[in-house]
Every structure is written in structure tokens, then in C-alpha cells.
């Protein structure tokens, strides 16, 4: 079974810090990504950054980065120079089997950005 | 591009009555994923379809079916509503690979009484 876990239910970040979200997640399959969602309280799901598995290099989007510790099992998101904008539960997910269309999601991280 | 469309927004239904739920994906995207989002048990996948064919399964009983046209247009269907099919109900479309972004609905939000 694969399993996508996400230890902070919830966390703030003064507005232009640096704040990180961690993810630990469990698959035996060999091929896979990686993705982290944002759901504002719009309750639209946006994709905010993906990391192929096969691809040691750790993926950055703009102010988003992720370490990925494949070892680990470890997909952490970092958000820099935090805005309000930002405010918002963040997803884990893992995509996986022949099509990896099928997303496992772990139990999110809800964000405050502060002014 | 238009982005992914959900019918209904919002559903209220009683229990044992049945009810459809519509998704339009993004022009060319011929995968279409379903998802449960409940606050007790997080989002869950429920199915993807592709090119009219169930291609995933997630660990939902049989009143949860659905289906998807020729257009790529899906619908998902739960009979015999219970209380605890109460959810926000998101649809996702992408091309259907693997490295492929999922595009998600605004979803459609299900009340059962």
C-alpha cells in the first residue's frame, strides 16, 4: 500500500519569511512522482510543484522548492519570501502505478502567512 | 483555454436517493480523475477514466460508478445515498501520462440529509 504521510496539521510563517512543510511517503513502486497541491480557501486545487522520482535534481518553481531524500522517502517543500497569498492547506501527493494518474494524497498542512 | 468545469456546484440530496455529478475537462485531455474530500478522511481517489475506459480503481463500494463519453465529458454517480457520502466531490483532467499535470474542478459540494 502506498502511504503519504504529513506530520504538521498546521503551521505559520511571518509574511517574506522562509518556511518549510514536510512529507514522508511509502510506494515499492520504482516509478513515481511526486507533487504538492494548494487548496486556498477557494477550494480550487492548485498544483504548486512536482519532482520525478527518477530525477535526483530537487524540482524549483519560483519562490517553491522541494528536497527530495529519495532514501528517505522524504519530499519537504520550502516556500521563500512567504506572502499572503500563500495562506492555504498544502497537499502531498503521490503519483504512482502504470499511468500514475491515480494520486495518493496525505492529510495536508494548513499555512497561515501573518502580516 | 478553459479550464475544468463541474456540475453541480452544489447538491443536496436525501438518504437513498441517487445523484450524478458532471465534469468537463480542459480541450484535449482525455484522462478524467474523480476524488472524495471529506474532513474525516481527507481526499481519496475514486476512479479515472481514459479514452472511455476505467483505467484506475480507489477502495470505494459499488455504489460509486461512473463513466466518460467519446467528448472525454465524465459523470460520476453514487446510488443509495448515505450521510457519509457528504463531501466535496473534485474532478481532475490531464493528457493521461504519468509526468502530466492533473487539472482540478472548483469540485462539487454534496450534502446529504
Known amino acids: 500500500a502506498q502511504t503519504v504521510t504529513q506530520s504538521q496539521p498546521e503551521m505559520s510563517v511571518q509574511e517574506a519569511e522562509t518556511v518549510t512543510l514536510s512529507c514522508t511517503y511509502d510506494?515499492?513502486?520504482?516509478?513515481?512522482?511526486l507533487f504538492w497541491y494548494k487548496q486556498p480557501p477557494s477550494r480550487q486545487m492548485i498544483l504548486v510543484i512536482r519532482?520525478?522520482?527518477?530525477?535526483?535534481q530537487n524540482a524549483t518553481e519560483n519562490r517553491f522548492s522541494v528536497n527530495f531524500q529519495k532514501a528517505a522517502k522524504s519530499f519537504s517543500l520550502k516556500i521563500s519570501d512567504s506572502q499572503l497569498g500563500d495562506t492555504a492547506m498544502y497537499f502531498c501527493?503521490?503519483?504512482?502505478?502504470?499511468?500514475?494518474?491515480?494520486?495518493?494524497f496525505g492529510a495536508g498542512t494548513i499555512l497561515r502567512v501573518k502580516s | 483555454k478553459a479550464g475544468v468545469t463541474q456540475t453541480p456546484r452544489y447538491l443536496i440530496k436525501t438518504r437513498g436517493q441517487q445523484v450524478t455529478l458532471s465534469c468537463s475537462p480542459i480541450?484535449?485531455?482525455?484522462?478524467v480523475s474523480w476524488y472524495q474530500q471529506t474532513p474525516g478522511q481527507g481526499l481519496q481517489f475514486l476512479f479515472e477514466?481514459?479514452?472511455?475506459?476505467?483505467?484506475n480503481k480507489g477502495n470505494f463500494p459499488g455504489r460509486f460508478s461512473g463513466r466518460q463519453f467519446s467528448n472525454s465529458r465524465s459523470e460520476m454517480n453514487v446510488s443509495t445515498l448515505e450521510l457519509g457520502d457528504s463531501a466535496l466531490y473534485l474532478c481532475?483532467?490531464?493528457?493521461?501520462?504519468?509526468?502530466?499535470?492533473?487539472?482540478f474542478g472548483p469540485g462539487t459540494r454534496l450534502t446529504v440529509l
Open positions: 477514466y481514459f479514452s472511455e475506459t476505467q483505467r
Open positions: 510506494t515499492s513502486e520504482s516509478n513515481y512522482y
Open positions: 519532482q520525478e522520482a527518477y530525477k535526483q
Open positions: 481532475a483532467s490531464s493528457l493521461g501520462r504519468a509526468s502530466n499535470e492533473q487539472f
Open positions: 501527493a503521490l503519483g504512482s502505478g502504470e499511468y500514475g494518474n491515480k494520486l495518493v
Open positions: 480541450s484535449g485531455h482525455r484522462s
